[in-house]
């Protein structure tokens, strides 16, 4: 990650998140990731969205975070889990006031008339929240995927590249490498 955050113009946290809804449909779309440590890698959204809705009804996910200029992928197997209320209001209070708002307006991935009435709802909230004191919505919280595989790989000449896997086997890991 230090080294995408060096070398990648925009959004070096910036990863593809898969689900599936409960019976087997894939969807996937880009996120950002937001925070990573030994308990699993995390991010936030509209818990009534299309992916807050697929990952409540089965908790599994797949993360891809790519790496162009680096030729590099990182890919994450694994069961989600939510984040605490208190964690949750901690990110939403550190984003910016208008992203706050938005994600009060925001009915996210329901059918949206025109772009007026988002720009209405938007006002509607930003009337009703005049400073910084703006409440995070019930509905919208962290998600933390608890990896039980990762595969980094590495792009070499001539196709050969490198792929390292690790599996997770109790409380460790077992490490493996993959034909490319």
Known sequence: MKDATASEPNDPNAMSVATC??????????????????????????EQSRKGDELLA?????????????????????????????ES??????RARGSRIAALASI?????????TFEARI??????????NVPRPPHWGGFRVIPERIEFWQDMPYRRHDRL???????????????P
């Open 21 to 46: 809804t409960p019976d087997g449909v894939p969807s996937v779309r880009v996120v950002l990731l937001k925070e990573f440590d030994a308990r699993g890698f995390t991010f936030y959204t509209n």
């Open 58 to 86: 089965n908790p599994r996910a797949a993360l891809c975070l790519h790496w162009k200029s680096l030729r590099r992928q990182v890919r994450v197997e694994g069961r989600v889990e939510r984040t605490s209320a208190a």
């Open 89 to 94: 209001d901690a990110y939403f209070a550190s």
């Open 108 to 116: 996210q991935s329901r059918p949206l008339p025109d772009r007026a």
């Open 123 to 132: 006002a509607e909230y930003e009337a009703m929240h005049p400073d910084e």
């Open 165 to 179: 896997v690790f599996t997770r086997a109790g409380t460790g890991w077992t490490t493996g490498r993959l034909y």
